[in-house]
């Protein structure tokens, strides 16, 4: 340390940046004293106390990689200064050379510990979410307003869509037809069409979801959610060019909004059976078979 500086001002400005955060350390110099015996001095107050360590390896690693001198290359003898000051950074580098394995090692395993926490934000987050959604959608399920319910069904359902960063519309109307909102997944445009009634959904429904759904764009898909389920005529009759939508009954969204499984991936599973089968409806317990 002392010898990477000729004059006291220079040397003093240099100790107080690196110790900067450490007030009680620079109280303690005298930098009327010579270089050296102020340098002695940091190293031995850096050396007597653990909760400077990390401070001391990072002193050590960045006085090892110094490769100029502006005081000492401004002197009348700067070659020797310099020499000398190389020889000191050297044999300091040499010290240093595991001490900067650990220090990285340190960094990263930092890293990885915020990284780690900010993950685990996230999920507290998350699962805080889904539950307030869950408790909504289970309170629903004892109201005694079908209609009502009917429509804060659908606001549960947006809250779920944008939980999952779906870009959820709410519902709106068109010349002739109601829709009951709309989300993108996997840049698609789905098409909601949501039911909380107390019989199965027959197979004219399908046909009228699935007329709305041709009307617009090409790539534009759906998904009907129906609480109550479908009957076997809705689930089995074959749509003419294909049925562009897939299915939701009250167990999935249930399973979803439990945490057992994430809604995304249920879409995406769902979505995957209708292409290789052309059947809209896969069971979410069916997954865990």
Known sequence: MAAIC?????????VRMALHEHPELLARLDFSQVKRSVAGTVVQLLATDARYHQTTLGLMVELSEMTVFPNLSSQV??????????????????????????LDGQERAQARQRADQARLAAQRSYDEALGQIKSDFVRLDA?????????????VLYRLFELHDMQPRIAYSLPH?????????????????????????????????????????????????SVS??????????????????TLDGDDIYLVLDGRIRFDEVLQTKRRHLNDTGNCHLPVRSFFR
Not at 230 to 245: D, K, M, N
Request: glycine letters at 8%.
């Open 229 to 246: 389920g479908f009957t076997q005529g809705f689930l089995e009759v074959p749509h003419a060019s294909g049925c562009p939508f897939i």
């Open 77 to 102: 003898d700067a070659d020797q200064l310099i020499t000398r000051a190389r020889k000191a950074i050297d044999a300091l580098r040499a010290i240093t050379r595991q001490y900067r394995a650990d």
């Open 6 to 14: 000729w004059n006291k001002a220079p040397f003093e400005r240099y």
């Open 143 to 155: 109201s005694g307003d079908p209609q009502g319910r009917g429509r804060r069904f659908e606001t």
């Open 177 to 225: 037809e109601q829709i009951d909102g709309s989300f993108t997944f996997n840049t698609d445009d789905y098409l909601l069409e949501a039911k909380w009634c107390k019989p199965r959904i027959e197979r004219e429904q399908a046909d009228v979801f699935a007329a709305k759904i041709h009307r617009k764009g090409r790539n534009t898909l759906g998904l009907f959610v």
